[in-house]
């Protein structure tokens, strides 16, 4: 590894998680720290390493040979963009992995679901036997793994969009979720975003395997990009995984379930040891997952919903009269199809906080549903929106908290805001008196 860097000029640009294990990598390689420079907006306390911080932090990239981009730095950034143009410069520690990696990759992406299936199939291998690892976008940076993976382990890996975008190589298998639109806060546009999913076939070869979903007509057309096996899942597509096989809610787990069991299938392992895995599975944190029942009223928190077709799924989970509690920072997205979802589902109510509220109000009231605008209130922080759920909650409720949108207007990340909630609706923090404002368009 060294060798590969030997006196080249390395820029490692963002300092989170990411960039933490990729500096320690590094280290550990004998890359020497005089060779490195860390560039983050916020502050970084390393010592031996050049740093560049605060509004100029990706100022001088042309000065570096090698520049590994962390995934939550927009590349539509002019500095970004001009690294671009310098090919071979611009890299990604997702890249350095593929690179190392002795074990079998299997990838998955799509705008919502991932981790969930990601999971599902980790589950499946381990009932297996098999050894295996769950990393990637899921919370495990990869390279902190790589030289614990040996020929014959099999490497699962929650595949984003930015982690994607300067791939230059393809699992061995691939599955590909809906893909929609997503993180156009990011990319340039929705070709841009989509180009990138398809990283995830692009280089793969004849023995590799692509499994897409059906129902979705970009992860359908992925196949005209692939030289690999092509396998399809989906609604229209026979599926042996039923309802009574999975044990968390939703016709788009079953799915989720379809895919990862079609991955294990071409692992090698058994119908009956694959069951076995799913039963296992309980779900993610924050992902449709059920936090209490209290006065036969069940919670849920969704706080990985960042976007509003994750929402959709959430509220069509459900055969139960729902409250469903949305904002967060809007991503570029239009709500009006899930303004629809809402009048269409048995809401009886819909709670709005965030930078989003007055959007999604806005779509709602374009529906000049009456009896709906009633059910629809404002509020001005979680603990607020958990206090006007209660109220509302009568036996055999579902309340669903699925924001639709990031977390940055009022929490570091999703996992902050949905720890919240799970604290809230256990009763763990003390709740705030509710600050309403009902069918009031003054935000």
Known sequence: MNKVFKDKKIAILGFGREGRVLLGFLKKEGVKFSQITICDKGAVDVKGVAIQTGEGYLKNLD????????????????????????????TSPTNLFFDLCKGTIVGVTGTKGKGTTATMLYNMLRAAKKK?????????????????????????????????????????????????VDHLDHHKNVKEYRDAKM????????????????????????????????????????????SSDISVPGAHNIKNASAAALAAEQIGVSREVI???????????????????????????DSAATNPDATIAA???????????????????????LAKEIQKNTVRGVILLG???????????????????????????????VN????????????????????????????????????LVLGKLKNQKPKLQLQNKNF
């Open 315 to 337: 509220l069509r989970a459900f055969v139960e009269p729902k409250i469903l509690i949305i904002g967060g920072r809007n991503k570029g997205f239009s709500y009006a199809e």
């Open 63 to 90: 000065q570096f040979d090698v520049v590994f981009k962390s995934p939550g730095i927009p590349t539509v950034l002019p500095e970004i963009q001009k690294v671009l143009k310098r090919d071979g410069v611009l």
């Open 199 to 242: 990283s995830i076939v692009a280089y793969q070869k004849r023995g590799d395997v692509a499994i897409l979903d059906a129902d979705s007509p970009v992860a359908r057309s992925f196949a005209k990009h692939t030289q690999a096996k092509v396998l399809y899942f989906g609604n229209k597509e026979k599926t042996w995984i039923t």
């Open 275 to 301: 069951l076995k895995g799913l039963k296992n599975f309980k779900g993610n944190e924050h992902r449709l997952e059920f936090v209490r029942e209290k006065d036969g009223v069940r919670y849920y928190n």
């Open 132 to 180: 295996v690892f769950l990393l990637g976008n899921i919370g495990r940076p990869a390279l902190e793994y790589v030289r614990n993976i040996k020929k014959g382990d099999v490497v699962i890996m929650e595949l984003s969009s930015f982690q994607l975008q300067h791939l230059k190589k393809s699992p061995h298998i691939a599955i590909v979720l809906d893909v929609t």
């Open 388 to 423: 006007r759920a209660n109220v509302i909650a009568q036996t055999g409720d579902v309340v669903i908290y699925s924001p639709s949108a990031t977390s940055f207007d009022m929490f570091h990340n999703y996992e902050e805001r949905g720890e919240q909630f799970k604290q």
């Open 355 to 385: 930078e989003t509220k007055k959007i999604v109000f806005d779509e709602l009231e374009k529906l000049e549903d009456v009896q709906l605008m009633k059910k629809v209130f404002v509020v001005e922080s979680l603990s607020s929106a």
